[in-house]
């Protein structure tokens, strides 16, 4: 069964340490990952697509990279204003239906 | 471009009445997705109408229904409300440019409806 887990639950930053968040999948070719920011009692807001393994994607402070079995988002210098649930989710190769990760909650500390 | 919006942005219903929640999509897209959001999880599918027509769904009873109508705005129906149907409710719209494919490449979210069944 298609699956996402991402890891850790809830980080902690000081401004300025950089820090990685995971998310592992299990899916039947995957036909692509998103990433996505969400904020306390908002719809999520898209970051990224990834297609295939290798591939790299930036936006500002955030690189998200992919392999066969999960991909990583990397937060480069954080501020505050990063602080909020960063959500993974998986399309796989059925096509009928797009699966969430729980989710990464991370708090920049000034 | 008009973005997502949803309506409404509170509601708070009792246990077995119905609700109904509004999307409408951002402009020119064909395609709308509903998600269930529990609180401190992950947005869970519920289904996708793309041309008016239903072309995925979730593990989610036939309680839950929907529509979509031909300028794409949207609608989602849930019957006999229970208790475990509190959550925020997402609606995500896209341009689906391969003929009915569940996913394009970006779907933007509506800021979501907040229901209460007590």
């Known amino acids: 069964e298609d699956q996402v887990t991402q890891s850790p639950e809830a980080l902690r930053l000081q401004e300025g340490e950089s820090s990685s968040l995971n998310c592992s999948y299990t899916?039947?070719?995957?036909?692509?990952l998103f990433w996505y920011r969400q904020d306390p009692g908002k719809g999520p807001e898209f970051l990224f697509t990834?297609?295939?393994a290798g591939e790299e994607k930036e936006k500002e402070r955030l690189k998200a990279t992919l392999t066969k079995k999960e991909s990583f988002l990397h937060i480069t210098a954080p501020k505050p204003e990063d602080s909020a649930t960063y959500l993974c989710?998986?399309?796989?190769?059925?096509?009928?239906?797009?699966?969430f990760g729980p989710g990464t909650s991370l708090s920049v500390i000034p | 471009e008009t973005g997502v919006t949803q309506s409404p942005t509170h509601l708070i219903k009792t246990r077995g009445q119905q609700v109904t929640l509004r999307c409408s999509s951002q402009?020119?897209?064909?395609?709308v997705s509903w998600y269930q959001q529990a609180l401190g999880q992950g947005p869970q599918f519920i289904f996708q109408?793309?041309?008016?027509?239903?072309?995925g769904r979730g593990n989610f009873p036939p309680r839950f229904s929907g529509l979509q109508f031909p300028n794409y705005s949207s609608e989602l129906n849930v019957n006999a409300l229970e208790l475990d149907d509190s959550a925020l409710y997402l609606c995500?719209?896209?341009?689906?440019?391969?003929?009915?494919?569940?996913?394009?490449?970006?779907?933007?979210f509506g800021p979501g409806t907040r229901l209460t069944v007590l």
């Open positions: 995500a719209s896209s341009l689906d440019l391969a003929g009915g494919r569940v996913y394009s490449d970006t779907q933007y």
């Open positions: 402009s020119g897209h064909n395609t």
């Open positions: 989710a998986v399309l796989g190769a059925s096509y009928d239906k797009v699966i």
């Open positions: 990834l297609y295939s």
């Open positions: 899916v039947s070719g995957l036909r692509g």
């Open positions: 109408y793309y041309r008016e027509e239903e072309n």
